[in-house]
């Protein structure tokens, strides 16, 4: 058995059933199963009528029609269906929900309506709860208990970091990062341990014959969201001399990580123990802990000095919880992420960036898509993506569909990030709002300047120089769009509609929470009014 199988198992079953599926296609209203025996019929010339000819020809007319069927298919995977490549969802579940009441044919400009009254259904059952069943810690501690054990609960004084010693307990002269998973699948990874391995014993801390090394947890976390920007602010964050970050920008420990999720393709590895997530900061700590040479006490040379995370997935990723607690809390996790760090890290401080959802998924869409991309692709995905959460929405709440790992994983875009209110509320449940900076990418791109002298007030920095400052603001913006995406142009009027109309409430609801209009989004609204369900002008396909 392996690792995980004493404690879960894996069972197929919607999705393995959804797979076999024979896929339908659409041609002049008649249903084709691409799965069907192709029958090729030829008219034979009399001239051919010998059998051994008649042979040939049958021959050449099945390897013909295994070679058009290989061709649909590669075309079907191509176009980006991933549903076939998701994990397996949990045996206790959801199973994949049948689309809701309000069916449609994307293709045709007279379903636009239908379209509309998805979105209605949805909206009209948009509820916010004012707080939800935290877990207590007890359960925390049962679900992870070596998580709890390697971790204190009180951290070094007069350190601003959340750092301690922690006995070495191996080999002073063997390789303390040979186990760790990280490494193994990460070349980057590989490179920052052997510099790391070279420096480590110089690093050990001795007091009463025993080796001890510095180990430390974020002082904060840019949370996310995805295409929101979270990259920039890194960039630029890191350039603090202040700052430190882990080895790269996103390692997705709390996520996915520590459940054994490397890539949702590919199922479940080992698990990454939180000593691998720990070394990730082993360079920030020893900027911390400073030269022991000259200081033999051991109290840290640099304690002002704070390190970050920026997994753009802590906010809202908890598709893992299915496959690794019990389902007794009506469909929705017994457990979030932030109750864990919240039991480990109660003063932490979370940064996220947000921008108006609509574009974030188009944003999200064409920098995860793999071919075939286009607007109308888009649109398609928009839409089915749309009638999937509504048909979620007519057996459940809203925030277990938005928790559902069988919907979210099913949906070809993802339409669940973009619920900013959803997850703040339940963050807020467990920290206090003066320990949470929201920030709008709009604001960060027209004035940097400001909202990161907002960030260095809240993470209470110090001023940088004038030229570090400068270094801040003035660098070009990361990760923007690339080349070949902004070719594709802008999303179809229509789709932004139906997404401006869908984020509608829960743009509401943020925006009061905040006490800040700005989160509505007003100003990114389409210039042109529509009325009556008709369709906007530019449906039609444009020509790039």
């Not at 210039?527 to 009556?532: D, G, I, K, Y």
């Amino acid at each position: 058995m392996t690792q995980m199988d004493y404690k879960y198992s894996l069972l197929g079953s919607t999705v393995d059933d959804y797979r076999k599926r024979p896929l339908l296609l659409q041609v002049d209203d008649t249903p084709m199963n691409l799965f069907a025996v192709l029958e090729v019929k030829r008219e034979l010339p009399r001239r051919w009528s010998t059998l051994g000819c008649f042979r040939k020809i049958r021959l050449y007319s099945v390897l013909f029609g295994l070679a058009v069927t290989f061709l649909i298919m590669a075309s079907y995977i191509l176009t980006g269906d991933k549903k076939g490549l998701l994990l397996t969802p949990s045996p206790y579940h959801f199973s994949l929900v049948s689309p809701g009441p309000y069916a449609f044919n994307l293709s045709l400009v007279k379903d636009y309506a239908h379209i509309k009254l998805v979105v209605k259904s949805i909206t009209s059952k948009v509820e916010f709860r004012s707080s939800r069943q935290l877990p207590e810690l007890k359960a925390l501690v049962n679900s992870e208990p070596h998580m709890f054990s390697a971790i204190p609960q009180k951290f070094l004084p007069g350190v601003k970091n959340p750092c301690w010693y922690e006995e070495y307990t191996g080999n002073i002269t063997s390789d303390p990062y040979r186990t760790n998973l990280y490494a193994r699948y990460s070349r980057r990874f590989r490179t920052v341990f052997q510099r790391l391995r070279n420096t480590f014993r110089e690093h050990l801390f001795h007091r009463d014959g025993k080796p001890y090394r510095m180990r430390c947890l974020p002082y904060f976390y840019i949370i996310g969201q995805p295409k929101c920007g979270t990259t920039d602010l890194y960039d630029r964050l890191r350039l603090h001399p202040d700052v430190k970050f882990t080895t790269f920008k996103e390692p997705h420990w709390w996520t996915r990580k520590r459940f054994g999720i490397i890539r949702l393709s590919e199922g479940f590895h080992d698990r990454y123990p939180v000593e691998d997530y720990l070394d990730l900061f082993d360079q920030a700590a020893y900027q911390i802990q400073g030269n022991l040479t000259a200081n033999a006490s051991g109290s840290p040379s640099q304690p002002n000095i704070i390190v970050g995370e920026a997994s753009a997935s802590t906010m809202w990723d908890n598709n893992a919880w299915v496959y690794f607690y019990d389902n007794t809390t009506e469909g929705e996790p017994p457990f979030l992420i932030q109750d864990f760090v919240h039991a480990l890290q109660p003063n932490a401080r979370f940064i996220i960036m947000l921008r108006d959802p609509v574009e974030r998924l188009y944003s999200d869409y064409l920098y995860f898509g793999i071919a075939n991309k286009s607007a109308e692709d888009f649109h398609e995905k928009v839409s089915e993506s749309l009638q999937l959460f509504e048909g979620c929405l007519t057996e459940n709440t809203m925030r277990s569909c938005v928790y559902n790992t069988t919907i979210n994983n099913a949906m070809p875009v993802r339409l669940q990030v973009g619920l900013y209110i959803v997850y703040l509320m339940d963050w807020m449940t467990v920290f206090n709002r003066e320990q949470i900076l929201v920030l709008r990418l709009e604001d960060h791109a027209s004035n940097r300047k400001y909202t990161m002298h907002k960030v260095f007030d809240f993470l209470n920095l110090g001023p940088p120089t004038k030229e570090i400052e400068s270094e801040i603001t003035r660098s070009p913006a990361s990760n923007t769009r690339r080349p070949a995406d902004k070719n594709l142009g802008p999303m179809l009027p229509i789709t932004k509609e139906i997404l401006r109309d869908f984020y509608m409430p829960f743009n509401e609801k943020l925006a009061k929470v905040l006490r800040n209009d700005s989160f509505l989004w007003e100003n990114s609204k389409l210039s042109h009014l529509t009325s009556n369900n008709s369709p906007p002008p530019y449906f039609s396909k444009r020509n790039h």
